[in-house]
């Protein structure tokens, strides 16, 4: 037998065995599905971060218990404004967030914040995992705060971002916000779950410089140019103009909204109130206008094509004649004795039974 070796702490990150104290906890006790939907109808972000977790966990019992709990949430979702924000690590998406969050909670909406963030390995990941962040709003019982389910694919990762929204919608918040670093394709994810999309950007940055490509500004509703205070005030003014100049030569958006480009402090308040009436502006312009609905619709339609997709590629890899027979073919078209499409053909031919 191989000799046990003590499992490496690496400093700041909790060892494998402690991963997940909730998980571990439900472990132990499983609940039927009723109770956790009676839980989070009333509002108890206990149950809420509960259900999360199953939804986060891999294990089928679990995944079992998270789609009958979706399942009967469901009819309680949808009423909320889900708003995507994204920019590079450093812009001030968690200020930013803090900021807008309790502005929203003086005016006695409820809000929840979750997080893609596929880079994140452990439960402590890198955005919202630090509990230093969003301190105040995360002492406030109207406000949950959930980091990004962690370690795994983009597709995963935004698949359990996107069944959390329900869940908490349930539970009665009334605005979400989805959070993501502005590198990869994470962008895109958000999109495909927020009604609004809000871009972060710094002063005086060129866009290559913040690492921002030009398909996440087409997707914006709202670029706002943080840290506009002290001596960065000029420089987020002229970058405003340089972005209003830009955003001119997209084309018009199908949801009949102009975007907007504005100026923000997320530690002084300047341009945090104008940034919450810019969605409430979007909302009632697509609401009227029916884009809202179509929109919502549009992204269920995305989500269910996804999800046949990520099911099948599933069963295709856990299928055993695949996988007696993926390596073999795998090797034949690296060397050139099959293509790949044949390589393919094969493949979903054992995994059809043909
Ligand atoms: P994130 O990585 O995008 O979430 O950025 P953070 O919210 O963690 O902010 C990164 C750093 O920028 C922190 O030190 C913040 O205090 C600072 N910061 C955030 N917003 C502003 C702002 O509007 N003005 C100034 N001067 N600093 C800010």
Not at 95 to 120: H, K, M, N, W, Y
Request: hydrophobic share 40%; aromatic share 6%.
């Amino acid at each position: 037998m191989p000799k046990r070796t003590k499992p490496q702490v690496v400093s700041g990150v909790s060892p494998s065995g402690s991963l997940n104290p909730h998980i571990q906890a439900q472990r132990r006790k499983l609940r039927p599905p009723g109770e956790y939907v009676r839980g989070i109808l009333e509002g108890s972000r206990v149950m809420l971060s509960q259900a999360i977790t199953l939804i986060e966990s891999t294990r089928p019992e679990h995944q079992k218990l998270a789609q009958e709990i979706i399942g009967l949430c469901l009819p309680h979702s949808g009423h909320s404004i889900r708003i995507g924000i994204t920019g590079s690590p450093g812009v001030g998406k968690s200020t930013f967030i803090e900021a807008l969050g309790l502005l929203l909670l003086e005016q006695g909406r409820r809000l929840a914040v979750l997080a893609i963030d596929p880079s994140s390995k452990v439960s402590k990941g890198s955005i919202l995992g630090d509990k230093t962040r969003m301190e105040k709003l995360s002492g406030s019982e109207a406000a949950f705060i959930r980091p990004s389910p962690a370690g795994e694919s983009l597709g995963g990762v935004a698949r359990k971002t996107r069944e959390s929204i329900i869940l908490c919608e349930a539970a009665g918040y009334d605005t979400i916000i989805i959070e993501t670093v502005g590198v990869g394709q994470s962008e895109t994810a958000v999109h495909s779950m927020a009604d609004f999309f809000l871009l972060l950007l710094l002063p005086g940055a060129g866009d290559e410089l913040q690492g921002i490509k030009r398909g996440i500004v087409e997707m914006a509703d709202l670029i706002a140019v943080n840290k506009a205070d002290g001596e960065r005030l000029p420089l987020a003014k002229r970058a405003r103009q340089e972005y209003r100049n830009a955003l001119h030569l997209f084309p018009p958006k199908e949801s009949g909204w102009a975007p907007k480009v504005e100026v923000c402090s997320a530690t002084t308040g300047l341009g945090i109130p104008e940034a919450w009436q810019q969605v409430l502006s979007h909302w009632k312009t697509t609401e009227e206008n029916g884009y809202f609905l179509k929109n919502r619709r549009n992204q269920a339609y995305y989500w269910l094509r996804e999800s046949i997709n990520q099911q099948l590629l599933a069963a295709f890899a856990q299928d055993p004649a695949v996988q007696e027979k993926r390596k073999a073919v795998e090797q034949a078209v690296l060397e050139g004795k099959l293509s790949p499409f044949q390589g393919a053909e094969e493949l979903v031919a054992l995994f059809l039974g043909g």
